[in-house]
């Protein structure tokens, strides 16, 4: 679990670290100190404006109060005739501190203001892993938890990624942990080519230390009364991947784009391609958006979590909070669903849920204030209506209207960009043509296209050649039941087995039922007796059910999911591919034989987001079009590797299973 920074304030209103005796920045000047110590010692103005990527990327150990990112966001936002569009800033952070001391140590710079009010407005509650905020052309990697775990998490290439390094922290003889020889090897397994780094220190085992990884070393004169500080340069590449070669993913430049369906995942991977500067073209079978599975007139938004910190949980509580700074920043700009951030109490209502929420309570992976216990009368208290159980509670969940949501997504990518958008255009098949695809709808062909994302929830294996990726189709019916004046008192959403909303116009959203292997999406009575039964069984003795109205409405839809109810996004892979390119993964050896060819290349999935798209749908759109950008992704390597599309062939190849 994540400890918080202690600190106290001296009297030039500097923060000192109480663990570490020293301060966050020199009480002089620390913003001079920080633009002098890292931001020139990089030569990063000069660099921006010949740099040969989209993006920049600076990296940092401490983040401490943001002083050096707010810096470094401010001289870009100031760089003449940069040729990088965008920046991206990583930092790690083991001791964040909390959003109240932030805001006073802030308050040192009233010439960043502006930067910091937004950096505060986003500052993510402390949850170990990578937090992703954007600032328009500015992004910020925060990698809470310590730097040695962090870089071990991180998911990174033969290229590099990054390419500046602020190696700040305490000074070496108050914080030696971090200073270690591993921490500079991973500076250089992560550096592109021609990277540098910039420190305050001196100390000669960290020159040595830094020689030893690769960099060239250099003294140079420290700020103000500072005699001398260390800079270099990585001269031979060294970058060093970590992620196995049958899970790596491959950049692609993105031109000509298509995006097939009308969903959460669609409206999410354009948003996000916009965010580039890359434009779509979007087929949606449909008259409208969010017919199929985003269709239900309220959709929880919530993570599961396991008791275990697992890739699965990771993934989740991480998708979770990126979902919640996604959302709410489509609101701040203007953009309107409905929705209530009210909660969402997941309800001890039998005993092995309620030994499952004590081991969870127990093995004390997750913060307070993401999830915590609480008894039937907390939850009473919470609900605003009377429950007899106890269970966990998501106080930043609730729920969203999907449609609206939907809508509000694509129109905020559609006023950033001119992306073309086909209604009623059902693709019904795809043609390579030499390196590029023709959609074919009906009698219509679009095209060609470079690259095609197949994001069409249950259809989606409808176009694939090959064996497809085994996906599953689950149909679930939502029902909508008449609110009383009671019932209109609910102000949580409570899961039970299902799921029941506050009302939302009068309206309450009741579900949802769970049927394998249906693609049928008729509404049927005894779905709706099966929801109401199954409610009724929890709920029935509270008297505020007592007076609920008729089911007077539902909505039924199908879940594509796959085996381990993960989602999947990336590159098709089929498995040929896979034993040509990797004859001896059976027996353990991962080194690759041949190139790994594929023959849809081009072709994307982004699918089997099942019945959590709203919680997962955007986190998975950035990582998916930050692997194909070159950028650093948003999620650690293991849970990329837990949703790569060549996860089921490696393991099934690992096995013996397919030879
Ligand atoms: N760059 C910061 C700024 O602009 O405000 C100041 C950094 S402060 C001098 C050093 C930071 O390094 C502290 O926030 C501290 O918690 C963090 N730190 C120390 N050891 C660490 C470790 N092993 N992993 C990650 N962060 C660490």
Redesign the pocket.
């Known amino acids: 679990m994540i400890t918080h920074?202690t600190l106290h304030f001296n009297e030039t209103g500097t923060p000192v670290?109480d663990d570490?005796d020293?301060?966050?920045?020199s009480n002089d000047d620390g913003l001079a100190e920080?633009d002098y110590v890292f931001y020139q010692h990089n030569q990063i103005d000069e660099r921006l404006k010949s740099h040969p990527r989209r993006h920049f990327v600076i990296a940092?150990?401490?983040?401490?109060?943001?002083?050096?990112?707010l810096n470094a966001w401010q001289r870009f936002d100031n760089c003449e005739n940069r040729q990088a569009q965008a920046l991206h800033f990583i930092?790690?952070?083991?001791?964040p501190?909390r959003k109240e001391d932030l805001v006073i140590?802030l308050n040192n710079w009233p010439q960043l203001k502006g930067y910091a009010d937004k950096l505060i407005a986003q500052y993510p509650d402390a949850l170990a892993g990578c937090h992703r905020l954007h600032f328009g052309d500015v992004t910020l990697d925060l990698w809470i938890?310590?730097?040695?775990d962090?870089l071990a998490a991180m998911n990174y290439g033969s290229q590099g990624l990054v390419d500046a390094w602020?190696l700040?922290?305490?000074a070496p003889s108050k914080?030696p942990?971090?200073w270690q020889q591993s921490l500079f090897d991973a500076m250089a397994y992560l550096a592109r080519e021609n990277a540098t780094f910039a420190t305050f220190t001196a100390a000669g085992f960290v020159r040595r230390g830094l020689k030893d990884a690769g960099f060239e070393v250099q003294k140079v004169k420290g700020y103000g009364r500072k005699r001398e500080m260390v800079v270099g340069k990585i001269t031979t590449p060294t970058a060093k991947a970590n992620c196995l070669a049958p899970l790596r993913r491959m950049p692609r430049a993105l031109k000509k784009v298509a995006v097939i369906g009308g969903g959460i995942a669609s409206a999410t991977l354009v948003h996000r391609l916009s965010a580039r500067g890359i434009v779509a073209s979007l087929f949606c079978a449909d008259d409208s958006l969010a017919q199929g599975a985003s269709q239900n007139n309220q959709g929880a938004v919530y993570p599961h979590l396991q008791a275990d910190n697992s890739p699965s949980s990771e993934f989740f509580a991480h998708s979770f909070a990126y979902a919640r700074r996604f959302y709410d920043s489509l609101l701040a700009s203007g953009h309107h669903f409905d929705h209530q951030w009210c909660g969402v109490l997941l309800q001890g209502v039998k005993e092995e849920i309620v030994k499952r929420q004590t081991n969870l309570v127990e093995k004390d992976n997750w913060p307070n204030w993401l999830i915590h216990q609480v008894d039937a009368q907390q939850a009473s208290e919470i609900a605003g209506v009377e429950t007899p159980y106890g269970g966990l509670f998501i106080p930043k969940a609730g729920w969203v209207s999907p449609p609206q949501l939907v809508k509000a997504t694509l129109d905020a990518a559609c006023a950033q960009l001119n992306h073309t958008l086909h209604f009623n255009a059902p693709i019904t098949a795809l043609e390579k043509v030499g390196n590029q695809w023709l959609l074919q709808s009906g009698e219509q062909e679009h095209g060609p296209f470079d690259d095609v994302f197949v994001c069409m929830g249950e259809h989606s294996e409808q176009l694939l050649q090959g064996k497809g990726i085994g996906l599953q189709s689950v149909r679930g019916q939502v029902s909508h039941l008449a609110q009383s004046d009671a019932s209109a008192k609910l102000k949580t959403v409570l899961c039970h087995k299902g799921y029941f909303t506050p009302s939302a116009l009068g309206e309450h959203c009741m579900g949802a039922t769970f049927t394998k292997d249906s693609q049928e999406r008729d509404i049927r009575e005894q779905d709706n007796q099966t929801n109401w039964q199954q409610f009724a069984g929890f709920y029935g003795d509270c008297e505020w059910t007592k007076e609920l109205g008729q089911i007077n409405g539902a909505k039924a839809a199908i879940r594509a999911t796959l085996a381990d109810h993960l989602p999947i996004f990336g590159q098709y892979a089929q498995e040929h591919e896979y034993i040509h390119a990797f004859p001896m993964l059976g027996k353990g050896k991962w080194q690759q034989a041949q190139p790994l060819n594929h023959d849809a290349q081009g072709l994307h999935l982004f699918t089997g987001l099942g019945a959590r798209g709203l919680c997962t749908a955007p986190l998975c759109a950035e990582a998916l079009v930050a692997s194909l950008c070159d950028e650093p992704l948003p999620i650690s390597l293991r849970v990329d590797n837990a949703l790569h599309p060549a996860r089921f062939i490696t393991r099934n190849l690992k096995r013996g299973q397919i030879t």
């Open positions: 920074a670290a570490f020293d301060v966050y920045f920080s940092e150990t401490g983040f401490g109060t943001g002083l050096n990112f930092s790690f952070e083991k001791f501190i140590a938890g310590d730097v040695h962090s602020f700040d922290g305490f914080n942990d971090m």
